[in-house]
Every structure is written in structure tokens, then in C-alpha cells.
């Protein structure tokens, strides 16, 4: 079966897409915290890598990437005892209970 050279060189640029797409080093998608009705502030593509700080405290973080991520109520995507991190899956979002207290940091959770 004899291929077209326009549609053997497209399927070409797809395969390198999807595999450039698996060696990325960022996220792809947005993160948005919110302050009750009030969005404090977005990330659009984040980093894999490190610790993301909120610039103000979150009570509701919408998950809209490929990944999930990890929610602490620390600056620095540290999880003191008695207060664990929380795991929030992709497309999803999560509501911070008022005993926990707000949400400062994200961190995107190992695969």
C-alpha cells in the first residue's frame, strides 16, 4: 500500500508532538486559586518541578491540567504533622476544610 508523501510526513510531525509532549518539563494546563468567590491567582503551565506559592492564602484550588498536585497549607510545599499535604487529581477542583486552615503552596505530585 503506497502512502502520500503529505500524509506520511503528518503523521510524522504528530508522533514527534506526542512524544515531545511526554519529555515536557511543565505542566500542561492551569491551576487557579480562589479566596471565596475571588480568583487570587492562576498558573498556566506550571513547572513540574519545585514549589509553587500562592501569593495570597486559597480556600479552593481548580485543578484543570494533565497532572495532579499536591496542596499545602506551608509557603513551601512542606507538610507539618498535623496537617498533611492534600492530594487533589487533574480536572478536578477541592474545597479547603475550615479546620485545616487555607491552602499556600502546590506542588505537581510525582507520576
Known amino acids: 500500500m503506497r502512502v502520500s508523501r503529505p500524509l506520511a510526513a503528518l503523521a510524522c510531525v504528530a508522533l ?3 512524544g515531545l509532549a511526554a519529555c515536557q518539563d511543565q505542566t500542561v ?3 487557579t486559586g480562589h479566596d471565596g468567590g475571588r ?3 492562576a498558573f498556566t503551565n506550571p513547572s513540574n518541578e519545585g514549589c509553587h506559592r500562592f501569593k495570597a492564602d486559597v480556600t479552593r ?3 484543570f491540567t ?4 499536591l496542596l499545602y497549607t506551608t ?6 504533622k498535623d496537617r498533611p499535604s492534600t492530594y487533589l487529581n487533574m480536572q ?3 474545597e479547603v476544610i475550615k479546620t485545616a486552615g487555607p ?7 510525582p507520576a
Open 16 to 18: 514527534s508532538g506526542v
Open 29 to 31: 494546563g492551569t491551576i
Open 39 to 41: 480568583t487570587v491567582q
Open 61 to 63: 484550588v481548580d485543578n
Open 66 to 69: 494533565q497532572n495532579s498536585i
Open 75 to 80: 509557603p513551601d510545599c512542606t507538610a507539618p
Open 92 to 94: 478536578g477542583s477541592d
Open 103 to 109: 491552602w499556600r503552596s502546590f506542588s505537581i505530585a
